[in-house]
């Protein structure tokens, strides 16, 4: 089986690459990226033979021939490039995943549905920790009801250091964008930061304040189980870092508005994507990444709960990742193996909760240390 790993020297991208190339079922591992030098640097840190080739992904036929005899294609890039890339993946008869598509991302990519499904390939979307794990989780808890009601997804961090953990630019969009919430079986818009909620996460995370976020679970889970009337996504930043984007926004720096500056047009928000993009990246510092996910519905007539966890601590020995590294860019891995074998349910372009056994994913991820902890709540 050949995987390529797309963006596979970003720190999402570094994760799934190491468990790719950890993998013995995998026997051409290829990390593509536009860094070339970044890209040979890390794959000689890799087990194995692992090739490397410069890609932009601005350009389809530069992806295509990237990607041609490949199995597999694991997209570990910023999520505006995901149709881009899923295109790529028709033209060269490959399967494909990603890392979530911030909710509206993820509904543009479901309607390539009909298109993977037609030419026989998997497309999975969002398969790093939230989206993904968190789906896979849903997907076990809902597997002992015979009808699902509510979806409470709530996730939280310890540790970590300073700085954006991941892209600055998806960060700033999940406190910036209007989050979406499904009540009593209609979409709602909701403000920025609004539904602010203290929360006990497992030890050591503890503690945390979350508010609802734009997210790619909202945009399938209300389809994938019939009968849902509620589903919401907290998330908890650290606070420093919510501080940070609190007064960015209120001085409107992440404002789209064209404004003209010295003769150049541009947006407060296009200069500090790109002036954030430019920041040296956070160094290596131990960290704790949780979610817990509770499913409620009925089962044999009555009332029952499931609720599902984990705690996913940094890889500094072995890896040298932050948590948040290894829990989004694991998952991504297992799945293309899973993917690549015709462990799933079917083709097309669809979400994890549909497409993996949530057991035998568990118990893959548990093989690999990080463990989901399941328990009815009475």
């Not at 979409?187 to 304040?209: F, I």
Request: glycine share 10%; proline share 5%.
């Amino acid at each position: 089986m050949k995987v390529v790993a797309l963006g596979g020297c970003g720190a999402m991208g570094r994760a799934t690459s190491w468990e790719l190339a950890e993998n013995e079922a995998i026997d051409d591992l290829l990390i593509a990226d536009a860094d070339i030098d970044s890209a040979d640097e890390f794959a000689a840190e890799l087990p194995g033979d692992v090739e490397t080739a410069r890609v932009d992904v601005t350009d389809h036929e530069s992806v295509v021939e990237t990607i041609a005899d490949a199995d597999v294609v694991a997209n570990a890039l910023p999520y505006a490039f995901n149709v881009a890339v899923m295109e790529a993946c028709l033209d060269a008869d490959c399967h494909y995943l990603d890392l979530g598509g911030l909710y509206h991302k993820t509904q543009d990519q479901l309607e390539y549905d009909d298109q993977f499904a037609e030419a026989g390939l998997t497309a999975v979307l969002g398969m790093g920790a939230s989206p993904g794990l968190t789906n896979v989780a849903t997907a076990m808890g809902a597997s002992h009801l015979d009808e699902v009601e509510s979806i409470h997804i709530r996730t939280g961090a310890r540790g970590g250091g300073e700085g954006f953990a991941y892209s600055a630019k998806t960060i700033l969009d999940e406190l910036t964008m209007d989050p979406v919430v499904y009540e009593d079986g209609e979409y709602r818009t909701l403000d920025p930061l609004s539904g602010r909620e203290t929360y006990t996460m497992p030890a050591p995370v503890g503690e945390v304040e979350g508010f609802h976020s734009i997210h790619s679970e909202l945009a399938t889970m209300p389809t994938t189980f019939p009968g849902v009337e509620d589903v919401d996504f907290r998330v908890a930043f650290s606070p420093d870092l919510v501080n940070i984007c609190d007064v960015l926004i209120g001085l409107n720096l992440t404002s789209e508005e064209p404004v003209e500056y010295r003769g150049v047009e541009t947006s407060p928000r296009e200069f500090l994507d790109w002036h954030l993009d430019r920041q040296p990246k956070p160094g290596p510092a131990e960290e704790w990444k949780s979610f817990r996910v509770d499913v409620a519905g009925t089962e044999d007539g009555e009332h029952a709960q499931y609720r599902y966890s984990t705690v996913v601590e940094s890889r500094l020995d072995d890896w040298g990742l932050k948590a948040t590294a290894v829990w989004t860019g694991v998952p991504m891995g297992i799945a293309a193996v899973l993917v690549g074998q015709g462990d799933v349910t079917g083709a097309g372009a669809k979400p994890p909760e549909e497409l993996f056994d949530p057991e035998q994913f568990i118990d893959e991820l548990a093989e690999r240390e990080i463990v989901i902890e399941g328990e009815q709540i009475e």
